[in-house]
């Protein structure tokens, strides 16, 4: 997987007890075009530290191009942003 950590624009869905599902999110890519790219699976979540920050730290498999592709997507708790990490 690339090292990316691109801001990414997230569409997520919170159940009763607090817990984050990301569904899809937008990017831009290359050519300064949005590109949405929905989240078939997370293959595991866990909570992370990462230079001090708490980040909830998703393994996922998304289609990209027919392809199936693992990325990993990160949440920062303290600022509440979403980061596209590895892709």
Not at 17 to 31: C, D, Q, S
Not at 64 to 87: A, P, S
Request: charged share 35%; net charge positive.
């Amino acid at each position: 997987m690339k090292l990316l950590r691109k801001p990414v624009e997230m569409v997520a869905w919170f159940d009763y007890e607090g817990n984050t599902i990301p569904v899809k999110f937008r990017l831009l890519n290359e050519a300064e075009e949005n590109t949405v790219i929905k989240i078939n699976k997370i293959v595991k979540k866990e909570l992370d530290k990462f230079a001090g920050n708490k980040m909830m730290k998703y393994t996922c498999e998304s289609c990209i191009n027919g392809e199936i592709k693992q990325m990993e997507i990160r949440y920062e708790l303290d600022t509440c942003r979403w980061y596209l990490y590895k892709m």
